[in-house]
């Protein structure tokens, strides 16, 4: 009798937690890259410029094209210095912290540490925004491999590194919708990803081209995988 309660019990439990993972997801999750950047540490006046426009335009509150349909971002979450100074703009306007799962440049560190950490910080983030933010909307800026990048994804055949895989964005119809790279040139484009009430699932997902007027006319706003011009002091 004690032995039958206690497995009754943990099919209780297990079909409780399930229920809840099944409905622990955002309602939106708008992700982009950081801005052009100047060295390790800061974004260079374009990449500066960038973090201004899309706080007019998209991100920030009352932005003329803001992609928070009338209502406002529930939280924002950044990774890398790049991705901190290009968020901060938008969320300043809101009155919102940046949810920081910081990887900073540290001299001496190998190019394979940073990645691993990258790998760990944005695995941890995506987590959390699957998980503790059901039913909201989130803006994720990461650096560009850790958005998609076939090549990483390879390199860890064992783990899931980017927000295409962890995001099961791969399983957005149809097939191929979403790209499997985020070219290297590219940082004017949004992906907005949404998800229907009570699935954890992609239910649509969206790429937008960020454009800017004056005074921000200047901003690179080149197609997808497109060249990127950068003037003297920026670099991709």
């Known amino acids: 009798m004690v032995r039958c309660l206690a497995l009754c019990l943990l099919l209780v439990v297990a079909a409780v937690a ?10 939106r999750i708008v992700i982009l890259r950081h801005g052009e950047k100047g060295d390790a ?10 973090s201004l426009a899309l706080a ?3 991100l920030g509150r009352g932005a003329e094209a803001s992609l928070f349909g009338g209502g406002e971002p529930d939280a924002f979450f950044v990774i890398t210095l790049h991705t901190l100074e290009l968020a901060s703009p938008a969320a300043t306007t809101w009155g919102k912290p940046l949810n920081m799962y910081s990887v900073l440049p540290r001299r001496g560190q190998s190019a394979a540490d940073t990645t691993r950490a990258l790998n ?3 695995r941890e983030a995506t987590a959390d925004v699957l998980n503790k933010w ?4 989130v803006v994720m800026v990461l650096e560009h491999h850790h958005i998609a990048d076939e090549a990483l994804e390879a390199s860890f ?4 590194v980017t927000l295409r895989q962890l995001l099961n964005l791969d399983a957005v119809e149809p097939k191929g919708t979403v790209p499997k790279t985020w070219p290297g040139e590219t940082y004017d484009y949004f992906w907005i990803v949404d998800y229907d009430a009570g699935s954890a699932r992609p239910a649509r997902f969206e790429m937008i081209k960020q ?9 690179p706003s080149n197609d997808w995988g497109a060249a990127n011009v950068l003037p003297r002091g920026c670099r991709n």
């Open 18 to 27: 399930a229920a809840r993972d099944a409905l622990a997801s955002p309602a």
């Open 41 to 50: 540490y800061r974004l260079c006046d374009i990449g500066v410029q960038r």
């Open 56 to 58: 007019g335009r998209y």
């Open 120 to 122: 760990e910080r944005t």
């Open 134 to 137: 059901s039913g909201k909307t």
């Open 157 to 160: 055949p064992d783990q899931k």
């Open 211 to 219: 454009t800017f007027a004056a005074p921000y006319q200047r901003v």
